[in-house]
């Protein structure tokens, strides 16, 4: 199951949060560790609810492992999806602590054990389902994009080095292979719609080259993500299909942006920095294709 299903409302309670976040000291604010903890609370129980209600509705079945599947119906598009959802978790987290009061060491630790404890706790719930089991790759990768900010933290070269995501409907591909399998979906669950995501990892280049000239808001990125040929086989799963590989400009927004330096301005820059903006981009695989704009 993917992160992104439970994270529609904690972005803007957390945002809010860490809009207000202040660097002027390190004493933990009791009144405001409280709350966070009950925003978290009540967002991840509303959360747990819906997800109860749609994702989890089946009946259960005994504790089982995935059997593969989860290698294939999406060709690991979603196990990139399963680090982003750990890294954002954590960055939710340790960001509200920070406004809480605690130190960034700490709370980067913190934030660590909150997003791998979400990860395990869906693939927990995924054990009991019918149609999912227990993915250990979506755990071990959900974790390690829980602990991405902290081996920044450790490490100058991982700081110039960051992920994000873009999303743009070219393809009904997702609703259709829904439809043909009888079921119904909405027109906007786009969480799970993987052939119109690209998930991006981003280079900072003056930081590994030295340049005269090169704009220091320029990155150059990788995108990774999955065309629109699946279909269904004999058992109605999704295979087939290929993954596609792009070479890209980025845009660094806190530096594009660099003149906005207020708090709230700093903050906003930060969470709009997970998102991969339009940019002259090639496709170098399956197929050799030049864009002057993709998203």
Not at 59 to 76: E, M, R, V, W
Not at 275 to 295: D, G, M, V
């Amino acid at each position: 199951m993917n992160f992104k299903r439970l994270f529609p409302l904690s972005l803007l309670v957390l945002i809010a949060c860490s809009v207000k976040a202040k660097p002027d000291s390190t004493k933990i604010k009791m009144g405001r560790v409280l709350v966070v903890s009950s925003s978290l609370a009540a967002v991840l129980g509303g959360s747990y609810l819906y997800v109860e209600n749609s994702w989890w509705s089946d009946k259960q079945i005994p504790f089982h492992f995935d059997d593969g599947a989860d290698l294939s119906y999406a060709l690991n598009v979603d196990k990139v999806g399963h680090f982003m959802g750990g890294l954002e978790a954590a960055d939710f987290f340790s960001s509200s602590m920070k406004w809480a009061g605690m130190n960034e060491r700490k709370s980067l630790w913190y934030g660590a054990a909150f997003g791998s404890g979400l990860q395990l706790a869906i693939e927990m719930k995924d054990a009991y389902a019918p149609y999912w089991g227990f993915s250990k790759w979506d755990l071990a990768l959900g974790s390690a994009g829980s602990f991405w900010p902290v081996a920044q933290y450790y490490n100058d070269d991982l700081k110039a080095i960051n992920f994000k995501f873009s999303y743009y409907k070219q393809s009904n591909i997702y609703w259709d292979l829904d439809k043909q399998r009888g079921k119904e979906t909405n027109k906007y669950a786009w969480q799970d719609d993987y052939p119109n995501q690209t998930y991006w990892v981003t280079f900072d280049v003056n930081h590994f080259v030295e340049t005269c000239c090169w704009p220091d808001w320029l990155n150059v990125a990788v995108g990774f993500g999955i065309d629109d040929t699946q279909y269904l086989n004999a058992s109605n799963t999704k295979t087939g299909g290929n993954n596609e590989w792009y070479i890209a400009l980025d845009y660094d927004v806190p530096k594009l942006l660099k003149k906005w330096n207020s708090p709230a301005g700093k903050k906003v820059k930060h969470w709009l920095n997970y998102f991969h903006f339009p940019a002259p981009t090639i496709r170098i695989s399956p197929k050799l294709e030049l864009y002057p704009l993709f998203l």
